[in-house]
């Protein structure tokens, strides 16, 4: 018997969506929503857990399994879920604070592990369910009700945390850019562990237009580096500019093709299988630079944490036979009071 051909309404709850309008979640939802059905993945294994804050109420939203979990914890769920049911395709949704602040510890590990879960970071740079407090992505000078003079700390960058903490597979977008985002959360899904996207997140009433000059379409062609693999790294309304390594500081830099005797041979071709390349890209920022978007990195044929944790325990099996708990309860340090 053949499975019904489903569309995004088929992944759309009866829950009324309660985001502030003007909020970049709407756009993210809808997104994930029309990406769903082209996935070929059963309905009823399809899961999205999140933890705390105003992208986590994501799994209200999507007609799928769920789970509201607390704060910062949703990897730790996630990761349970995966390892009790592999069969169950996993989608942890998460923000800048519940993923890098309380949850901070949860993150690294997931990734470090290669847990086969797709991560979704929603980046505002604010925490926006508790009224505004500035989180550990907010700029230098953020203004908020926790940091009323602006803030001092210097901010995480996601997406240079994520392949500090070993992650495999890690990738850049934007909130209202579907065309960008669709391909991104395909590859995503398609990788075999912990794929962690970061995703521009506009934040209307405490954060507003914190990634405009990225997001505004004026501003594209001089503000986003699109990152294609086996590709130079060029930019510009007329792909003019280009990202060189300068060979006596290491650094990436901007140069002009024509200028100076600049052609394309000297621009940086992109290889997201380069983990130092893909360190230095998501670092860019603006206005210095212009800011990475797409798949920085991805390490291929690397084994996932769900599928080692299968093997040993299949080893184990036929190693020492069937579990005995009578046995294990006498094993090791025991002893008998009489």
């Known amino acids: 018997m053949n499975a019904p051909i489903l569309s995004d309404k088929d992944f759309a709850s009866d829950q009324e969506v309660r985001w502030c309008p003007g909020c970049g979640d ?27 804050g105003c992208s986590s109420r994501f799994p209200y939203y999507m007609n799928t399994y769920g789970f509201h979990t607390i704060h910062g914890r949703a990897l730790s ?41 797709q991560i979704l970071l929603f980046n505002n740079e604010i925490y926006g369910l508790t009224k505004g407090q500035a989180s550990p992505t907010s700029k230098v000078g953020t203004h908020s009700p926790s940091t009323p003079d602006g803030s001092l700390d210097m901010p995480l960058r996601p997406c240079v945390f994520a392949l500090g903490a070993g992650a495999r597979f890690v990738a850049r977008t934007i909130d209202t850019e579907a065309k960008i985002m669709t391909p991104i959360l395909r590859r995503a899904h398609d990788y075999k562990g912990a ?12 954060n507003d237009g914190i990634f405009e000059y990225i997001k505004n379409k004026k501003n594209a062609a001089e503000s986003r580096l699109i990152l294609e693999h086996g590709k130079p790294l060029l930019f510009g309304a ?21 200028e100076n005797g600049i052609t394309e041979d000297d621009i940086v ?42 093997q040993q325990r299949i080893f184990v099996r036929e190693k020492k036979g069937a579990a005995d ?4 309860l006498r094993t090791g340090h025991t002893w008998t009071v009489s």
């Open 26 to 52: 709407y756009a993210i939802l809808k997104t994930i929503q029309k990406l769903m059905p082209t996935l070929d993945v059963p309905k009823e294994n399809q899961v999205f857990i999140s933890g705390i």
């Open 77 to 117: 769920v996630a990761t349970g879920a995966k390892i009790a049911n592999p069969d169950l395709d996993i989608w942890v949704v998460t923000g800048d604070g519940d993923a890098l602040s309380i949850g901070g510890n949860h993150t690294l590990h997931a990734l470090r592990r290669n847990v086969d879960l």
């Open 195 to 206: 794929s962690f996207v970061e995703i521009y997140q506009n934040c209307p009433v405490y």
């Open 238 to 258: 007329d792909n003019e500019k280009g990202i060189r390594l300068n060979s006596k500081t290491l650094k990436l830099e901007i140069v002009t093709i024509g």
């Open 269 to 310: 071709v992109h290889d997201e299988t380069n983990k130092v390349l893909a360190q230095m890209l998501a670092g860019l920022k603006t206005p210095e630079f212009p800011e990475a978007i797409g798949v920085l990195y991805c390490e291929t044929d690397v084994p996932s944490y769900t599928d080692e944790v299968y």
């Open 325 to 328: 708990m009578n046995a294990l």
